[in-house]
């Protein structure tokens, strides 16, 4: 993309309005713009930030073997009233009626129709195991909204249902959720490390949150310094592997890790004193095993190889894609803006044009664009007539990895700059060297792929 | 993807409440389930094939130079009083109240929300041209939905913005746009014919919509027939070419193709009888230039080069994404079910093993089903232990191109049948000779895409 011919409306103040980094970084580097109360427009690189993300959510849940469809956002309140949550859910359910005066609302999730699509298709054991997910707009009419994407009204969630015919079955969809969203997290740069959950009215001890370490989190959190040691990295999976999912967890999940809601001072106090850490979180996604709670209510049952009709054990599994933004960039920023992972830059690389409209720098600049393109990489060419000092600070806010900077002088040696934001270091080298280092810098995240 | 690990719920009844074509094989070939009047969840299947659209919408957009952003599905009624169409949009505008009692809607478009975000950030002549697009789920509450998704009430479109300095310059846009379009639809196998529109209250010469010629559409068309041998193919465009962009509007346009909206017997009286044609025609985009209209109401202003400031021209320009499924059904079936097209195939082949649990013949199957993945193929294998026919009527009904049929007989001289949705014609020839025939038959779909 040419700067000069896209909408990246950067601001050079910061906004009021923003309390935290990501909210104000977000809005400074031109990615988001509130339209209501918690309500926001992706603009162009916010929105493809959000692509991003998304790709890797759906590529992990597929390599899990896991199908997705997608629910619409808004829903009858009859099949919530099926449930018992029409009226339970309090005033964050967005309720309204169309023009025949029927009960409606916009989804805030989404195990009531998913139970019903089951139930409406699935009648034999045989249809097991099945997760079915959707990544879909939901809407939770926050009191005080804030924190931008962190905590919006309307947000982007991801949420999957598995559908088993035993518990035990049951708890392997877990397992294959919390491998699959380890591996989400590391592919976009974050450490989300999984705690124990509150189970709510349901209760249970199938339930873990995934949490981002920040300063900012809302959650205070404490563990054992050896889970930050942890790393997914890139072993080989085998989703139907039982035994192998099973030993995942443990690994994930053995030592001390809870939030606020379940911590226990006590338990707390056997972990050794100088790996004892609190810190603050944020929560990125949370997985669910909740057996025939809905099933039993709404009547999603199947029949087994002996000819008894039963209700199929479920769990729901949420990533907060749209959230997901604010916390890698609460994660990964400087006081020049944001430092985007590899993994979800908007752009792989920017290049900076020194002396826009010089024969030989702009044409040397065309030459790189073009060829990164070809090289299967997504490049932003800055060629605005602008100074080179206007150039950088945009680049520095927008936070792409890597920079290539152009100019007469570096060029007479054939020389240009590749710099890392991460950690600012330069190197001289030639244009064509730059695009073997970028090549095999992307390298590793275009393998992570699923096709 | 297996079919024993899909979720493919088809249907053997014809269900009920369909009555047209498309409704009916989309219902019955697992692709959507109503969840409240013309409110549907896409399965599998149906939203593979919503994806494959929308990605062609998103490549022949962002080729033209438009620029993706995402607007919210809820709008705050004021931005609406200040266009002054809150008043004006009558029952089909779904409108709400948060918990605050703020007047919000679910938008049924979005002039007043994006000319809402230019004027935020955009305040001079040089940041134009500019037009900004979004494919985003829209709500117009229809008194009586029906048709499936040809006219729902929650539906997916993509709808764009253009931005300009002068007139000329806005009609350029849209002339953009009309190339755009007409590479859009013959990418998806249809045959989309400009016709002139009505332009409702603001009027003006400048709209016209996109009817593909279908028994079931809604609307009566009048046309000469030569419109129809007209293609656009592979011509190489270039999008800033102003006079590039009128030649290709007035090939298209110059010929009388009109709806009964805008019908004028008297001219079409001048064509020659023996190329009078009437028929019937299903809507699946519009443009429309429509001046300052907007940018007069909410003050989108530009500063010119002699330091004037003017409101902006713009246009909005449509396609009917989710009622693209159903227009490409309804152009493109017979009695035994779908018939996609290549550039939107849920799947590229189909392959139906006739003897599961045959070993030679499950290897030759997998083999296969490795190898065109390998090949970047996207094939669905029907492992399940049905018997041939079940099998070979799922394939027709859901409607992929091709078939690849593997049966011990055949195997024993090292042959499979590959045999085309659409002539029914099947030929044996080796395994190896069908992926290459695949790939063959496929590279002009993989050479189309924008990257």
Not at 129 to 151: A, N, S
Not at 202 to 214: M, N, P, Q, S
Request: aromatic share 10%.
């Amino acid at each position: 993309m040419r700067l000069s011919r896209y909408f990246l409306p950067v601001l050079k103040e910061d906004p009021k309005e923003a309390q935290i980094v990501s909210h104000r970084l977000m809005l400074r580097a031109g990615m988001i713009k509130q339209q209501s109360a918690g309500i926001y427009s992706w603009l162009p690189l916010g929105y493809k930030v959000l692509n991003r993300i998304q790709q890797i959510v759906h590529e992990e849940q597929q390599r899990a073997g896991h199908i997705p469809l997608l629910m619409p956002t808004l829903q009858s309140a009859d099949l919530w009233r099926e449930s018992g949550r029409y009226d339970a859910y309090g005033d964050e359910m967005l309720r309204l009626q169309d023009r025949h005066k029927r009960d409606m609302l916009y989804g805030p999730t989404n195990e009531e129709m998913v139970t019903d699509i089951f139930r409406s298709y699935v009648s034999s054991y045989k249809s097991l195991p099945l997760t079915l997910y959707h990544i879909q707009w939901k809407f939770r009419d926050e009191m005080r909204p804030r924190f931008g994407v962190m905590r919006g009204r309307e947000f982007l969630m991801k949420d999957g249902y598995n559908f088993d015919l035993t518990k035990e079955d049951a708890l392997h969809a877990y397992n294959r959720h919390l491998v699959s969203y380890l591996r989400t997290y590391e592919r976009m740069g974050l450490q989300a490390i999984p705690m124990r959950a509150d189970g709510g009215p349901i209760g249970g001890d199938y339930t873990h949150e995934f949490l981002v370490l920040a300063d900012t989190g809302e959650s205070e959190v404490f563990y054992d310094s050896q889970i930050t040691d942890l790393k997914f990295g890139d072993r080989q999976i085998d989703y139907d592997d039982v035994a192998q999912g099973q030993a995942i967890l443990e690994e994930f999940t053995s030592r001390y890790a809870r939030t606020d809601e379940t911590h226990d001072e006590a338990l707390f106090a056997q972990v050794p004193e100088e790996r004892r850490r609190t810190a603050r979180g944020i929560e990125v996604g949370q997985i669910f095993y909740f057996g025939t709670k809905y099933s039993e209510a709404m009547g999603a049952t199947v029949v087994t190889e002996t000819g008894e009709r039963v209700p199929v054990h479920m769990g729901s599994h949420g990533i907060g894609v749209s959230r997901l933004l604010g916390a890698i960039i609460e994660a990964s920023h400087d006081d020049k803006g944001i430092i985007w992972p590899e993994g979800v830059t908007p752009f792989h690389v920017g290049i900076v044009n020194l002396k826009q409209g010089d024969g030989s720098t702009d044409s040397a600049c065309e030459a790189l664009y073009r060829e990164l393109k070809a090289a299967g990489l997504d490049p932003l060419y800055d060629d605005r007539d602008e100074r080179a000092g206007a150039k950088f600070a945009t680049m520095d806010l927008i936070g792409l990895p890597w920079r290539i900077t152009v100019g007469p002088r570096g060029l007479a040696e054939n020389k240009v700059e590749l710099t890392s934001r991460r950690t600012g270091e330069s190197e001289a080298i030639s244009p064509q060297e730059a695009i073997e280092r970028l090549k095999t810098i992307y390298q590793p995240v275009f393998a992570a792929a699923y096709h």
